[in-house]
């Protein structure tokens, strides 16, 4: 019964019996019979199923409200019990945005796994929110803020692992043949490369003397990757507005141009999300540890590799025009 409760849970979590089976490893059909023998053994109804969506019915959503938080407990004691062990042993489940999943997470996992090899990873490599966030242990999200920015209320605890300036640029071959954006106004008429996972979208803001500029962008390109902006950008398909370090080795190399130097932009940040526990498992403590170390020691190495990357990159093009 217990099983089946749970699984209830992560049906009203996620919004969808397909979703939660996965979830559990289930197949649709075993997720089915399993909510169907939940609501005969207590009598009552649970689900609002419609071919759009599904919903609890009251008795369900106080069972949810009720459960989630027995459930919480009953994972603290399982928690407490299992962090007297000396060893680190368990699955950790984790969301990130692409860029960073490629550039820092693998390699931090990869050496956390030579330290801890009874250790298990899932990693979800994405740059949207994750709405189930009691079904991953640690979520990495980028924002785009700027001073005065207000982050929307949250019952998870948030912990910064990195922070630079955004910067507005296109290919000087873009600037040849449609001018070049003087204030952030004229970025209306321009062609515009944006990410909607970060804040604002394809409202982007700039700042000068103080005094604010939002420009909502006409939308060319939509992209959930910054490395495939900066490409597109690159290719003279457009303005990007992207963090400084992917593009700093391709400002020097002239591929890319500043645009709107005269104004204050906004700062690309990527933070680290989880629930507050009472008790988390040893294995995620430590390893947000080490995470939130790593970031901070990597950060300088990283932005060497891309510009060697980038001036290798460069060196090759310029042979092959020959």
């Known amino acids: 019964?217990?099983?089946?409760?749970?699984?209830?849970?992560?049906?009203?979590?996620?919004?969808?019996?397909?979703?939660?089976?996965?979830?559990?490893?289930?197949?649709?059909?075993?997720?089915?019979?399993?909510?169907?023998?939940?609501?005969?053994?207590?009598?009552?109804?649970?689900?609002?199923?419609?071919?759009?969506?599904?919903?609890?019915?009251?008795?369900?959503?106080?069972?949810?409200?009720?459960?989630?938080?027995?459930?919480?407990?009953?994972?603290?004691?399982?928690?407490?019990?299992?962090?007297?062990?000396?060893?680190?042993?368990?699955?950790?489940?984790?969301?990130?945005?692409?860029?960073?999943?490629?550039h820092y997470l693998s390699q931090i996992i990869g050496e956390y796994l030579q330290q801890h090899p009874s250790l298990n990873f899932v990693v979800l490599e994405t740059a949207f929110e994750v709405d189930h966030v009691h079904d991953v242990d640690f979520a990495i999200r980028a924002n785009a803020t700027y001073r005065g920015f207000q982050d929307k209320d949250s019952l998870l605890v948030k912990r910064a692992l990195l922070k630079e300036p955004l910067m507005a640029c296109c290919a000087p071959a873009y600037i040849e043949k449609f001018g070049k954006p003087?204030?952030?106004?004229?970025?209306?008429?321009?062609?515009?490369?944006?990410?909607?996972?970060?804040?604002?979208?394809?409202?982007?803001?700039?700042?000068?003397?103080?005094e604010y500029s939002s420009v909502e962008i006409p939308q060319t390109v939509e992209a959930d990757d910054s490395e495939i902006l900066r490409n597109i950008a690159i290719a003279g398909g457009g303005v990007a507005y992207l963090p400084y370090s992917l593009i700093k080795r391709d400002l020097e190399l002239k591929r890319l141009t500043p645009i709107l130097e005269n104004y204050v932009s906004s700062q690309f940040e990527l933070n680290l999300y989880?629930?507050?526990?009472?008790?988390?498992?040893a294995r995620c403590a430590n390893f947000k540890d080490y995470l939130i170390s790593r970031v901070a020691d990597i950060q300088p190495l990283k932005h060497q590799g891309w510009s060697r990357q980038q001036t290798v990159k460069a060196v090759i093009e310029s042979s092959g025009a020959e």
């Not at 979830?23 to 019979?33: C, G, I, P, V």
């Open 274 to 281: 989880f629930k507050p526990r009472k008790y988390m498992p």
């Open 182 to 210: 003087v204030i952030p106004d004229d970025l209306k008429h321009h062609h515009c490369l944006y990410a909607t996972t970060l804040v604002g979208g394809n409202r982007w803001i700039f700042e000068q003397n103080g």
């Open 1 to 102: 019964m217990l099983d089946k409760v749970v699984f209830f849970l992560h049906v009203v979590r996620t919004g969808s019996i397909s979703e939660a089976a996965k979830l559990n490893n289930m197949s649709a059909s075993a997720a089915s019979r399993w909510l169907n023998e939940l609501e005969e053994g207590m009598g009552v109804s649970l689900l609002k199923r419609t071919t759009r969506k599904i919903t609890p019915t009251q008795a369900g959503q106080r069972l949810y409200d009720r459960f989630s938080l027995l459930h919480t407990e009953i994972d603290d004691v399982f928690n407490e019990v299992q962090n007297m062990s000396s060893e680190d042993r368990g699955t950790i489940k984790i969301a990130s945005t692409p860029l960073f999943a490629k």
